[in-house]
Protein backbone atom coordinates (compact mmCIF):
# COMPACT_ATOMS: atom_id res chain seq x y z
CA UNK A 1 0.00 0.00 0.00
CA UNK A 2 1.61 3.86 -1.08
CA UNK A 3 1.12 5.05 2.79
CA UNK A 4 4.24 6.17 4.99
CA UNK A 5 4.58 6.68 8.44
CA UNK A 6 3.89 10.29 9.45
CA UNK A 7 6.28 12.10 11.71
CA UNK A 8 6.02 14.92 13.63
CA UNK A 9 7.78 17.88 12.07
CA UNK A 10 10.94 19.13 13.68
CA UNK A 11 10.58 22.33 15.31
CA UNK A 12 13.07 24.03 13.73
CA UNK A 13 11.66 22.84 10.42
CA UNK A 14 8.56 24.68 11.24
CA UNK A 15 10.65 27.91 11.71
CA UNK A 16 12.10 27.56 8.46
CA UNK A 17 9.37 27.37 7.05
CA UNK A 18 8.03 30.36 8.36
CA UNK A 19 10.79 32.74 7.71
CA UNK A 20 11.08 31.31 4.40
CA UNK A 21 7.26 32.09 4.00
CA UNK A 22 7.69 35.63 5.52
CA UNK A 23 10.15 36.65 3.02
CA UNK A 24 8.41 34.97 -0.23
CA UNK A 25 5.54 37.14 0.90
CA UNK A 26 7.51 40.12 1.13
CA UNK A 27 6.83 40.91 4.54
CA UNK A 28 10.42 40.37 5.72
CA UNK A 29 12.39 42.74 3.66
CA UNK A 30 16.13 42.64 2.27
CA UNK A 31 18.49 44.38 4.82
CA UNK A 32 15.69 44.10 7.68
CA UNK A 33 17.17 42.98 11.35
CA UNK A 34 15.24 39.92 13.03
CA UNK A 35 14.52 40.24 16.79
CA UNK A 36 16.94 39.01 19.36
CA UNK A 37 17.36 35.71 19.49
CA UNK A 38 15.64 35.12 22.79
CA UNK A 39 12.79 37.31 21.66
CA UNK A 40 12.45 35.70 18.75
CA UNK A 41 12.65 32.92 20.29
CA UNK A 42 9.48 33.60 22.69
CA UNK A 43 7.42 34.96 19.73
CA UNK A 44 8.03 31.43 18.35
CA UNK A 45 7.74 29.46 21.37
CA UNK A 46 10.79 27.46 20.36
CA UNK A 47 13.76 26.57 22.11
CA UNK A 48 17.13 28.41 21.70
CA UNK A 49 18.55 25.52 20.50
CA UNK A 50 15.94 24.90 17.92
CA UNK A 51 16.22 28.58 16.58
CA UNK A 52 19.59 28.50 16.28
CA UNK A 53 19.26 24.93 13.82
CA UNK A 54 16.72 27.11 11.96
CA UNK A 55 18.60 30.08 11.19
CA UNK A 56 21.98 27.92 10.79
CA UNK A 57 19.68 26.30 7.65
CA UNK A 58 18.86 29.56 6.17
CA UNK A 59 22.22 31.34 6.52
CA UNK A 60 23.20 28.15 4.60
CA UNK A 61 20.04 28.53 2.27
CA UNK A 62 21.30 32.29 1.38
CA UNK A 63 18.38 33.77 3.17
CA UNK A 64 19.48 34.88 6.21
CA UNK A 65 23.26 36.55 6.96
CA UNK A 66 25.06 37.33 10.52
CA UNK A 67 26.69 41.02 11.07
CA UNK A 68 29.27 40.92 13.83
CA UNK A 69 27.76 42.40 17.19
CA UNK A 70 24.88 43.50 14.76
CA UNK A 71 22.37 40.45 14.77
CA UNK A 72 20.71 38.60 11.86
CA UNK A 73 19.37 40.05 8.82
CA UNK A 74 17.40 39.11 5.84
CA UNK A 75 20.18 38.18 3.19
CA UNK A 76 19.88 40.71 -0.02
CA UNK A 77 18.51 38.34 -1.95
CA UNK A 78 17.43 40.80 -4.54
CA UNK A 79 20.87 41.93 -5.10
CA UNK A 80 21.90 39.02 -7.43
CA UNK A 81 18.59 40.03 -9.83
CA UNK A 82 21.30 41.53 -11.90
CA UNK A 83 24.69 41.29 -12.54
CA UNK A 84 27.21 44.38 -12.16
CA UNK A 85 28.41 44.30 -15.20
CA UNK A 86 24.70 44.74 -16.66
CA UNK A 87 23.70 46.98 -14.20
CA UNK A 88 26.51 49.63 -15.63
CA UNK A 89 25.40 48.35 -19.07
CA UNK A 90 22.19 49.99 -17.73
CA UNK A 91 23.52 53.08 -16.90
CA UNK A 92 25.65 53.62 -20.15
CA UNK A 93 22.70 53.22 -22.30
CA UNK A 94 19.65 55.83 -22.74
CA UNK A 95 17.48 53.38 -24.13
CA UNK A 96 17.80 51.06 -21.08
CA UNK A 97 15.74 53.77 -19.50
CA UNK A 98 12.49 53.50 -21.98
CA UNK A 99 12.50 49.95 -22.13
CA UNK A 100 12.84 50.28 -18.15
CA UNK A 101 10.05 52.37 -18.25
CA UNK A 102 7.94 49.77 -20.44
CA UNK A 103 8.59 47.41 -18.22
CA UNK A 104 7.01 48.72 -15.50
CA UNK A 105 3.93 50.35 -17.81
CA UNK A 106 3.11 46.59 -18.69
CA UNK A 107 4.10 45.07 -15.52
CA UNK A 108 2.41 47.64 -13.06
CA UNK A 109 -0.74 48.29 -14.68
CA UNK A 110 -1.33 44.35 -14.27
CA UNK A 111 -0.12 44.86 -10.59
CA UNK A 112 -2.77 48.00 -10.16
CA UNK A 113 -5.44 45.90 -11.90
CA UNK A 114 -4.63 42.66 -9.44
CA UNK A 115 -4.35 44.94 -6.80
CA UNK A 116 -8.11 46.76 -7.40
CA UNK A 117 -9.33 43.10 -7.30
CA UNK A 118 -7.36 40.60 -5.03
CA UNK A 119 -5.96 43.51 -2.72
CA UNK A 120 -7.59 42.97 0.86
CA UNK A 121 -9.28 46.31 2.62
CA UNK A 122 -6.23 46.54 4.92
CA UNK A 123 -3.86 46.35 1.63
CA UNK A 124 -5.40 49.69 -0.03
CA UNK A 125 -5.77 51.35 3.59
CA UNK A 126 -1.71 51.03 3.43
CA UNK A 127 -1.38 51.85 0.01
CA UNK A 128 -4.14 55.18 0.67
CA UNK A 129 -1.48 55.89 3.89
CA UNK A 130 1.43 56.17 1.95
CA UNK A 131 -0.73 58.16 -0.11
CA UNK A 132 -1.48 60.70 2.51
CA UNK A 133 2.05 60.69 3.59
CA UNK A 134 2.76 61.75 -0.16
CA UNK A 135 0.55 64.84 0.33
CA UNK A 136 2.03 65.44 3.33
CA UNK A 137 5.60 65.63 1.79
CA UNK A 138 4.13 67.91 -1.28
CA UNK A 139 4.09 71.05 0.91
CA UNK A 140 7.70 70.33 1.40
CA UNK A 141 10.79 72.65 -0.50
CA UNK A 142 12.94 69.65 -0.27
CA UNK A 143 11.51 67.11 -2.26
CA UNK A 144 13.56 63.93 -1.16
CA UNK A 145 10.72 62.57 1.08
CA UNK A 146 7.91 62.51 -1.77
CA UNK A 147 10.37 60.97 -4.07
CA UNK A 148 11.08 58.40 -1.60
CA UNK A 149 7.11 57.88 -1.06
CA UNK A 150 6.76 57.79 -4.68
CA UNK A 151 8.33 54.34 -4.44
CA UNK A 152 7.13 52.92 -1.74
CA UNK A 153 3.41 54.14 -3.08
CA UNK A 154 4.39 52.10 -6.02
CA UNK A 155 5.93 48.69 -4.21
CA UNK A 156 2.40 49.06 -1.86
CA UNK A 157 0.86 47.98 -4.97
CA UNK A 158 2.72 45.54 -6.30
CA UNK A 159 2.67 43.89 -2.57
CA UNK A 160 -1.40 44.37 -3.01
CA UNK A 161 -1.02 42.26 -5.80
CA UNK A 162 -0.20 39.21 -4.02
CA UNK A 163 1.70 37.80 -6.96
CA UNK A 164 4.79 36.92 -4.74
CA UNK A 165 6.89 36.46 -8.47
CA UNK A 166 5.77 39.87 -9.93
CA UNK A 167 6.71 41.72 -5.96
CA UNK A 168 10.06 39.95 -6.19
CA UNK A 169 10.88 40.86 -9.42
CA UNK A 170 9.68 44.96 -9.53
CA UNK A 171 11.70 45.47 -5.80
CA UNK A 172 14.71 44.59 -7.92
CA UNK A 173 13.99 46.84 -9.97
CA UNK A 174 13.03 49.43 -8.09
CA UNK A 175 16.15 49.59 -6.00
CA UNK A 176 18.22 49.84 -9.10
CA UNK A 177 16.00 53.07 -9.52
CA UNK A 178 16.84 54.07 -5.76
CA UNK A 179 20.26 54.26 -6.58
CA UNK A 180 20.14 56.55 -9.88
CA UNK A 181 20.38 53.36 -12.39
CA UNK A 182 17.59 54.68 -14.50
CA UNK A 183 17.08 58.21 -13.74
CA UNK A 184 17.47 60.76 -11.11
CA UNK A 185 13.78 60.66 -9.40
CA UNK A 186 14.47 63.33 -7.47
CA UNK A 187 14.97 65.89 -10.18
CA UNK A 188 11.85 65.39 -11.89
CA UNK A 189 10.03 66.34 -8.26
CA UNK A 190 12.53 69.15 -8.00
CA UNK A 191 9.95 71.16 -10.42
CA UNK A 192 7.13 72.80 -9.24
CA UNK A 193 4.45 72.18 -12.07
CA UNK A 194 5.90 68.39 -12.97
CA UNK A 195 5.67 67.72 -8.64
CA UNK A 196 1.95 68.67 -9.01
CA UNK A 197 1.25 66.61 -11.99
CA UNK A 198 3.02 62.86 -10.35
CA UNK A 199 1.07 63.89 -7.00
CA UNK A 200 -2.19 64.23 -8.91
CA UNK A 201 -1.41 60.97 -11.16
CA UNK A 202 -0.94 59.16 -7.51
CA UNK A 203 -3.92 60.69 -6.27
CA UNK A 204 -5.85 59.51 -9.45
CA UNK A 205 -4.29 55.50 -9.37
CA UNK A 206 -5.12 55.60 -5.47
CA UNK A 207 -8.90 56.72 -5.76
CA UNK A 208 -9.07 53.59 -9.03
CA UNK A 209 -7.69 51.35 -6.09
CA UNK A 210 -9.83 52.20 -3.61
CA UNK A 211 -13.50 52.16 -5.61
CA UNK A 212 -11.46 48.76 -6.67
CA UNK A 213 -11.85 49.64 -10.40
CA UNK A 214 -9.15 47.20 -12.01
CA UNK A 215 -9.40 49.00 -15.70
CA UNK A 216 -9.21 52.89 -14.47
CA UNK A 217 -6.35 51.74 -12.03
CA UNK A 218 -4.65 50.10 -14.91
CA UNK A 219 -5.09 53.26 -16.95
CA UNK A 220 -4.15 56.15 -14.05
CA UNK A 221 -0.64 53.77 -14.11
CA UNK A 222 -0.51 53.95 -18.22
CA UNK A 223 -0.72 57.98 -17.82
CA UNK A 224 1.50 58.19 -14.99
CA UNK A 225 3.99 56.38 -16.65
CA UNK A 226 3.50 57.90 -20.22
CA UNK A 227 4.03 61.50 -18.70
CA UNK A 228 7.15 60.53 -16.83
CA UNK A 229 8.64 58.66 -19.99
CA UNK A 230 7.43 62.07 -22.12
CA UNK A 231 9.12 64.31 -18.92
CA UNK A 232 12.27 62.32 -19.68
CA UNK A 233 12.42 62.86 -23.72
CA UNK A 234 11.60 66.43 -23.04
CA UNK A 235 15.05 66.97 -20.09
CA UNK A 236 17.10 64.52 -22.19
CA UNK A 237 16.58 66.87 -25.78
CA UNK A 238 16.69 70.18 -23.63
CA UNK A 239 20.36 68.79 -22.41
CA UNK A 240 21.24 67.98 -25.74
CA UNK A 241 20.42 71.56 -26.78
CA UNK A 242 22.19 73.03 -24.02
CA UNK A 243 25.47 71.22 -25.15
CA UNK A 244 24.89 72.30 -28.68
CA UNK A 245 24.57 75.76 -27.63
CA UNK A 246 27.58 75.52 -25.16
CA UNK A 247 29.61 74.56 -28.30
CA UNK A 248 28.15 77.89 -30.10
CA UNK A 249 28.86 80.16 -27.34
CA UNK A 250 32.56 78.23 -26.94
CA UNK A 251 33.19 78.97 -30.71
CA UNK A 252 31.66 82.92 -30.28
CA UNK A 253 34.85 83.60 -27.61
CA UNK A 254 37.42 82.60 -29.48
CA UNK A 255 36.31 84.47 -32.99
Sequence with gaps: MPFQRIEAEKLSHSVVRQIEQLILRGILRPGERLPSERELSERLGVSRPSLREAVAELQ?????ATRAGAGIYV??????AFSPALIRLFAAHEEAVFDYLAFRRDLEGIAAARAAIHGSDTDLKVIDT????MEAAHSKRNPADEAELDAEFHLAIIEASHNVI?????RSTFDLLREGVFFNRQIMFK???TRDLLLEHHRAINDALQARDPEAAREAVRVHLGFIEQALETQKKAEANEAVARLRYAHEQDR
Design 130 to 133: VFAK
Design 60 to 64: ARGLL
Design 75 to 80: ADVLGS
Design 191 to 193: NRT
Design 166 to 170: LLHMM
